[in-house]
Each structure stands twice: as C-alpha cells, then as structure tokens.
C-alpha cells in the first residue's frame, strides 16, 4: 500500500481495496472462462454483493488477495475474494475485507456476445444448491434494481452546514487507457475506486474528520462504460444513524464523441462510512437536517436497510 | 490532491492544476462540437491565456474545476476555467486559479482535418463583441511567437552557483497510452504538468527552497505530439525580480522510430516561480549572474514582460 | 522522485531506478536501430548486467539519467547508463548507480522479427575489443541460464519464523496498456520494477526492518510478455551473509485468454537486499533457518555467488 492509496491519516480507501479485489475476480473469472474452445472473452463484472471492511489498513501494508469461483450457472460465475492485511515489520496479519462478485464472460471480438461458463466441480451437492440460491437471490435482486433509476438534483446555492445538499459532491472522470486492459471498456474495479472517492468526500464535508469507508451495499453495473465516455459520479448523503453515514453514489455516463447516445445510469451503490478520532476510534456523526419530502424518504429508506444489515448481522455474534 | 500532486512542502504542483484544468476543457469542447453530424472529434488544445495561481492547494484538499464555452468562431473555442480548492475538514474554500483556453476540434479519423465549430449563444451583443476581440489578440500572438524559436542550448560543463546555466535543466519523457486518450495525440495538460515539473526544479536549484509555481505566461500549442514520441523538455532562468523568478521552457518532440521526422519545437511558455519560507511566505531570490549578451537580451525580454504584467494588475487593486 | 516511489522511510526503491534506466536504454537504442531504412522497430530488452545500487535516493531528489551505445553486434546493442541523484536543496550530488543492458531491435510489424543494428563507430580499437568480449560472455551467460528453470514451490501452510518459507512472496500483477508504449510488449523496466517490490517484501520479513535493494545480479529476458498476461512474481530467500540478503526472483507468465499458451517463465534474477536503521546504516541481518536440501543447495549457490561477486568488487579499491 502507497502513499496515494490512502487519505492523510494514513488510511487506505476502501476502493483501493474494492480495486484489488475486482481485479483478482476478473483474472480468476477470465482464465476459467477461456479453458474451452470458442471465441476468447473477458470476464465483466455485473455484481458485488455487500461487502463490509473488517479492520483498516495502513500504508505500507502488504495486500493480500485470494480468489475462488465459487459458482457457475451457464452464462455466469461467483468468485468469493478475501484480502488480509500484513504488516511486514511487525508480522501482524488481519481480514480487512472478503467480498462476492458476479462475471458474466463477454466475446472479446463483440462485447454483446456472451459466452458460456464451463461449470466448475463441488465438493458436494449441499455446496452447488447453496450457490444455485446465492444465483437466484442475486439475479432477482439485479432486476429489481435496474427499475429504480433516482435523478441526481444540483443542490441549491447557498446550502446549510449538515444538509444533504450541503454535502452533496459530483466528481467528473474521462475514461482513460489505463481504466481499460484487455478491450476498451472499463473494469469494475476502476469505477468503484471512484464511487468510493465521492462518497468519501461527502462524509469528510459533512463531519470534517477523519473518515473511512465502513461497507458497501451489493452494487449493480446495469451497462457497460465505454473508453473516451465522461463519467459524472454523485453521493449524497441518505440516513444518518448514531456513528455512520450511508451515502448514496450514482454513476452517470455519457459519450463525449457520440451525441445521440444519452446520458445513462451505469451503476448505484449505497457506502456506509464512520467517522475516526485520531486513535482510530469511532466518533458520534452530526445529525441530518432533512429539508424535502424526498429526503425523508430516502432517510426512511436507509433506516430501513440499516436496520435489516443490523439483523442480519447479529448472528455472527451469537454463534459460539 | 493527493502526495504525488504536491511537492515534499504539501503544495500542490502548478502543473497539477493546469492538468485538470485542460482535461476539463477537453471534455467540454469535445461535448460541444460533437452534437452536430459529420465526422466524430476531439478538442485539440492550441493555446492557454495567462494563468495566475491565486492561492495554493494542499494534499487532501478537494479541487472543484467548472467551466464553460465562452465563445465560438467558425473553427475554434474558447472555455474559461476556475479551479476551487476547499479543505473538507475546515469547509474553507479559495479561488485557486482561472484560466482561459482555446480549443479547434480535430476528426478523429484524420486528426489534420479541422471540423467545424457550432455556435454558441451570447447573453448580450456586448459579450459576443468581447469574445470576438480576446479572439483576434489571440489569434495574432499565435502567429507571432510561432516563428520566434529559441534554441535550447547545453549549459557548460562545471557552471558557477546562481548562474544560467547552473540551473538549467532537461527533462525526458517517452509519450505512453496514459498521456493519450481517444486518439493517439497528447492531450495539451499532460504536457503542461512536465513543463511544470521541469520549471519547478530549475527554480529550486536556483534557490535551494520551497517554491511554488505564481503563473504562466500565455502557452501556444503549435504543433500535435503522438504516441511513441520522445520529449525533451527544458527550462531555464531567464529573469529575476525581488521575489520571482521567470523560467522559459521549451518543448522539442521527435519521433523515435520515424528517422525522416527531425525534432521539433512543439510548444514554449514562460513559467512564473516564487520562493517561500516555512509559513508559505515569499522569500527575497537570489540575484541572477548574467554571462553572455543572449542571457542579458532574455534577461532584458523577461524584465519587460514583468514590467507589463504588473502594469496590467495595478487597475485589480484600484478598482472599489 | 515522489512519495510513491519510496518505501516509508523514503528511500527510493531500486525497482524505480531499474525502470528509469531501463527507460533510458529503450530510447536511445530505438532511435538508433531506426536511422537507417527498412521496418520500423523497437529495442526490446534481453539482458541487464550486475546493477548495484551505490548510494540511496531520496523523495524530493532529482535524478540524472544519461544513457550512452557502447557496442552494436549484427543484431544487437549495449547500452551504458549512469544515475545521478540531486539534492536540489543542498545541490549535493552523488552516483546512485549505473548499468549495461543489451536490446534486440524487434520490428514493430512483426514482433518476432529481429532487424539488423546500424554499426556504432568506436574511439579506438581496443574500445571495440573490449566490447565484444562483453558481448561474448553475455552471449554465453544468456544461452547457460536459459537451460536452468527452478520450479517455484508454494511455501508450507504454518511456516517458522526465519526460515525460506516463511519469507516466500508472490504477487499477482495483470498486464496493462501503461507497461507497454509503442506496441502490446511489457517493458523491461515495468516487469524489473515488480521483481523489486516482492523482493522487499520478501525482505521485510525476513528482517521487520527498514530494508533497501543493495544489488541486483545480471538478468536474462528469455521471453516477452503481452498485454493481457497474468505475471506471478515470486520470491525466495537463498542466502544469507553477516549484512546482506539474497533474494531469487522468479516472473512466470501465462495468458488469462489463450488456454492453449502454457504457463512459462519470462524472466529469473537475484536481488541483494541490506537492512538498514534509522539512520540509514547497514543492520546484522537475522541467519537464516535451512529446511532441506534444496533450500541448502541453492545457498551454497548463493554462497559461491556473494564471495565471487566479493573477489571481483576488491580490485576497485585497491585501484588508485
């Protein structure tokens, strides 16, 4: 980990690490879908689901990223990554992340074109129909998400401190060479390392402290970006609980080149950050001033995934 | 901005600012001449007014670059730039920099073949008739500074302190994929940043301090670079005032696997530098050691353009 | 050189200086084999001589790369090449290394066609003697080492502390368009760069100090490596004196797309590394534990290597 992966508290950003762990998925994914015969493809992503950040990481640190698939249905695949942190001077390790993606194999030769996964072996069958209802839950999921496009308003002139439109942050991108490798379209990874930048931002404007990335809400990439396309990336805060923010950041991109293509909505995802002292320990987060109907509505909204995370996670305290 | 945006004291590089300047006028004027038919292109940079760094920026500040077309003709454009830093931990916000720069857009299929530019509408008849004035000055210097060429010529062997040559200094850079974008020229930032670096360490030899870049003098584009070029970039000194130092860079490509195409000079610009202590205040310079009638002629050239910028600035400070 | 170029006591790291030399050695051979009609082609690297690392840089220093073709076979050239590190504060200069490296002029059309080398003239014919004895031996060298491929096998699951496995590192590093320039080959520098960082890293932890690259034996680029392909950078300790490690890297491609290209080795070289306190002094370096016969045969090697790198190094002090 560099000096440029991480923010002045020497923190690494949590899209450093969605990076990493994308670009193992898409290696991993790629190799297994080219062992048969048929038109050379790569492995996009469509999917991560929830993905938490267990314990920070510093720079300095060595990365470590493992990557499985995990399942295969015909047209796409699961790999499951973990990345553990080292300290190489001490020797101390710690999960920072583990994270699941989804990939379906595009035709090198026409990226409409997608191939078939040659299905992997499980070790039992208990396995394969766990993954067959990780399959169902996410594709059901993918479709529902796909509906529900929000517009990302301007916010007004003059904003009040601790407003959402206080808040508010767009960054804009130019597709670069280096966001694409093997054909011109841009790697998952690269886009959540910006959605994490802007979400990032928001947090710091709304606490002014050291922030840092806690989770990230399954994120959906409905259209594939293209090189030489502009991306304009928006978070805006969305609910507020005693000490984390949820901020939501959309993904809008446009060809610069080609003025019949409109504007489109490429991904959405929901970042939970919390606010750090100078120990790295959690602080409590300035409350939310709610100024429209929509505002509230999408505080509701939060509340209610952050609730239902809330549940779902107890659990992994209760077993022994 | 992050540790590789600024120097060992936390400034952030002029060069830097000039980068996302330019990218964001690049994206602005490609947009605009894209929404008409014919041939698809991009904005070609071919000129930068004037550019004053008002304040400095510092690593983990947040930069906001808007811009905007401020006048058409027949095949060119010019967007005006400002860049506002803002220190999300503070919420403090300051007027980095505005620049003001002219674009002609090149097809992207033959890259020497001009298109058209549509036309903007003008708030009043007043502000086309200003665009149409800073269009002809413009347009004129470009052609005066295109034949003024200056050779870059190797300082001797064992140079004095605080002399000429003493700080003289050349860059190398081989013209990668990253400097490129849609096409495979070098879009006009990524020139400006070496230019930049190049100028930065011939005012810290100089000096042996802090320093920061003040402003740049008009840069004209005259000549495209393409991928696989080699630049070599140079700067050096070429007048000292109590507190500032004027350093002329030049900009030769060659093609490195093209024998028949010789170098060429493909742009120059004169950098403006200052010295600060500790606090970010303005050091006094060390004097310049003049050793040949050229140095005093640039020397002399240099004085009288110092001479007219302040002149210009005065009615700033008058005006209530 | 900037803050991502060091390790966190701000040394530099010899990976970046390897890949500035090797930047300079590209383009100066290029140039050279395209003066002359025919293909137009680029100088790919086959060869680096023993490289050693004279004095450390530091973030904020400038470095001086001067690259000079000191002998040209029929098809091939070597290249001499010397970094100066500056203090641009201080103006302190000191020689941070120097290196030979042979290129081969590969036709930009057909990448596996090797184009003939326009003759150097020499200041005398001794000079062309010695060239060709350099020539001849690294001619020999190239064609020994290629026979030698040392599996790289995954390291026990609970390693000890101290011993080869426990050190063991390998990173995974997918090929993009910024390590190639002008056609889809990866630098030699991009792939020496990498090679440097797992060996820090093996070196790490080995010591949990402050380690910085001491030397790197010659290495030998067997084969290129495309866009696409997958590197497994791998690292092992080999051995061990009073002060200084050796670290055996080994570069193994494969491509993520073409099922039927096998895996294959592209490059192999020996890393010395020296541990050092905080004021940058040379530390006693942790003995290392020997597990099994391989592991003692391969520092017996070592052993033979360090005491004959150790004879060769005397006559240069004992030179006036």
Redesign the interface.
Known sequence: M???DS??AGNVHGGIILKMIE??G??IG??HC???NGD???AALVRVEKTEFLSPMF??E?AH?TAEITFTSKHSLEVQVKVIGEN????AKKLASKAALWYVPCS?KNVEKIMEVPPIKYASAEQEEEGRKRYEAQKMERMETKARIEEAVAPPANPE?HTVGFSQ?SL?H?????D???HDYVHGGATMKLMDEVAG?VA??HC??NIVTASVDAINFHRKIK??C?LTVTGRLTFISNKSMEIEVMVDA?S????EMRKYRAVTAFFTYISLDKDNKPLPVPSLKIESEDEQRRFDEGKARYLQNKAKRLPLFLVP
């Open positions: 560099r000096p440029d923010n002045l670009e193992a898409c290696i790629t190799r080219n062992v048969q050379r493809c790569l720079i300095g060595v990223v190489v001077l001490t020797g090198l401190q942050s804009i130019l597709v670069g060479p280096s694409c490798t093997l931002i710091a404007r002014n402290t090189k030489g502009v446009s610069m080149v080609e003025a």
